[in-house]
């Protein structure tokens, strides 16, 4: 038996019909979250996919453990639907009573636009709203000044398909944690939008429960939130966004965020 | 009422990342098609827990960045697996981990937890033991290439697409990888093996 027939032998223990059901629950929980323009269009419930086994065997699965987990699976385990109707939307939350920090620049008309800001949300979270690709360290510096140890990089439309996925710069560092641990720790600090955005759940069945997003509907999902006190001393984060074509802007932008270690090379 | 394009089994995946651009739904079709073996090939190199967080990370940066997916490329399996690979290069401490426990223990933590076995069996083979006593002590780069043509059946052409570097790379890494795993493995069982993993092994078994 030569070297490719034993690293088959090896691969042949790992059974190959295996399902990564989580991870099945995880994407269908992101495709709810991105508007479908047949829903916009139709102003009511869309008619979603059927989604196959591997979605709603995640219902029946044990969960293993972790409350995150357990959430994680009731909130995209089930048949979810998400209402658009205006007249069902729910509270927002995002209340300031001052104007929220902000870096602002002129369009070619005059106006001035917000590109990206930064509120306080419910329960300590900073709510970051990115709507355009400008001024990365100012955003940084209002982050450190909030108590978040950050570097930001809008690295512009500059992906191929196979090197898409950005590591951290080479003056960060990961920090020396278990992957278990780091996924924890990331959750903790990046609260997931269920978490801090007010989204009414409505039970409907055993595991089906119908979501409505607060005023702005889906324009609402381009924020996401920070977490200052769930920062450990050493902690900092790598925050990434780029349009994947250009011209893209707010809910159309894709975002990466990655723990690093705080140090003056890094988030400054 | 418009007729709608809802992507099948005979659409390639370029079709289908382009019909998701549309109707994001339509996502689902390439993860059915290609997460079972995505999820095989990360659970062999970093264990069953691990796999379902990486196969999900891979999955959603996929999602977010079909707009800029090529369109040429009917087959999208370069584009996961090197997404996928980078993901993976994120635990490399795990994975070098794991493969030093096989080849310590004779213990296959990740065969075993696709198991119901209770008790842990010494079930790997001699060979196999020293086969990933040499994994862990691949570089990195070496072994992405070796794991993608062995593990997850890439062509050399979509190996070199999955890490962006040329194809002869791909072949050289290989051939080098490949030398490295055979000089190992053809060393008797009292030599060179004792001195890449900590611990004594037992003498041979033959399994295979």
Redesign the interface.
């Known amino acids: 038996m030569n070297e490719m027939e034993l690293l088959t032998h090896m691969l042949n223990k790992v059974p190959a019909d295996a399902s990564p059901a989580r991870a099945g629950a995880r994407l269908r929980a992101e495709i709810l979250q991105e508007p479908s323009p047949r829903a916009g269009a139709a102003g009511s419930s869309p008619a979603r996919r059927s989604w196959p086994g591997w979605a709603t065997r995640v219902t029946g699965a044990p969960a293993r453990n972790g409350t995150r987990r357990r959430a994680r699976l009731a909130l995209a385990g089930g048949l979810v639907a998400v209402a658009l109707t205006g007249a069902l939307v729910a509270q927002a939350v995002e209340r300031a009573d001052t104007p929220a920090p902000s870096s602002t620049y002129k369009t070619g008309t005059g106006a001035r636009l917000a590109a990206w800001t930064v509120r306080r949300g419910p329960g300590g979270v900073l709510v970051v709203t990115i709507s355009e690709l400008r001024d990365p360290s100012g955003l940084a510096a209002l982050l450190r000044s909030y108590g978040v140890p950050a570097r930001l990089e809008f690295p512009g439309y500059n992906f191929i398909p196979t090197t898409s996925l950005r590591v951290i710069p080479r003056s960060c560092k990961s920090p020396n944690m278990s992957p278990r641990a780091y996924s924890e720790l990331q959750t903790k600090i990046l609260p997931p939008r269920w978490a801090w955005m007010h989204i009414k759940r409505t039970r409907v069945g055993p595991h089906s429960y119908i979501f409505k997003l607060p005023p702005g509907g889906f324009a609402s999902l381009e924020s996401f939130a920070i977490q200052p006190s769930a920062i450990p001393a050493g902690i900092g984060l790598f925050i990434e966004a780029w349009a994947a074509q250009p011209g893209q802007t707010g809910t159309q932008l894709d975002r990466n965020t990655d723990l690093v270690e705080a140090s003056p090379q890094c988030t400054g | 009422m418009p007729s709608?394009r809802r992507s099948g089994p005979q659409d390639d995946d370029a079709a289908v990342i382009a019909s998701s651009l549309?109707?994001?739904?339509?996502?689902?079709v390439l993860?059915?098609r290609h997460?079972?073996?995505?999820?095989?090939?990360v659970?062999?190199r970093l264990g069953?827990?691990?796999?379902?967080?990486v196969?999900?990370e891979t999955?959603?940066?996929a999602?977010?960045?079909r707009?800029?997916?090529?369109s040429d490329?009917p087959d999208a399996r370069?584009?996961l697996y090197?997404?996928a690979t980078?993901?993976v290069?994120?635990?490399r401490r795990?994975e070098i981990r794991q493969y030093r426990a096989l080849a310590r223990t004779g213990v296959?933590q990740?065969?075993e937890s696709?198991t119901e076995a209770v008790e842990a069996r010494v079930s790997a083979?001699w060979?196999?033991r020293r086969?990933?006593a040499e994994l862990a002590a691949l570089p990195a780069a070496y072994r992405d290439v070796?794991?993608l043509v062995?593990?997850a059946e890439l062509t050399y052409d979509e190996a070199a697409?999955?890490?962006?570097v040329p194809v002869g790379t791909v072949r050289s890494r290989l051939s080098r990888a490949?030398a490295r795993?055979?000089k190992q493995?053809g060393r008797e069982p009292a030599g060179g093996a004792h001195e890449q993993v900590s611990g004594s092994l037992p003498h041979p078994r033959v399994e295979?």
């Open positions: 709608e549309a109707d994001p739904d339509q996502f689902a993860f059915e997460a079972p073996l995505l999820y095989r090939y659970a062999r069953r827990d691990v796999a379902e967080d196969v999900a999955f959603l940066h999602f977010r960045q707009a800029s997916y090529h490329c370069p584009w090197g997404i980078r993901l290069g994120r635990h795990a296959d990740v065969a696709f083979a060979q196999c086969l990933a070796l794991l062995a593990w697409l999955t890490l962006g490949r795993l055979r493995l295979l």
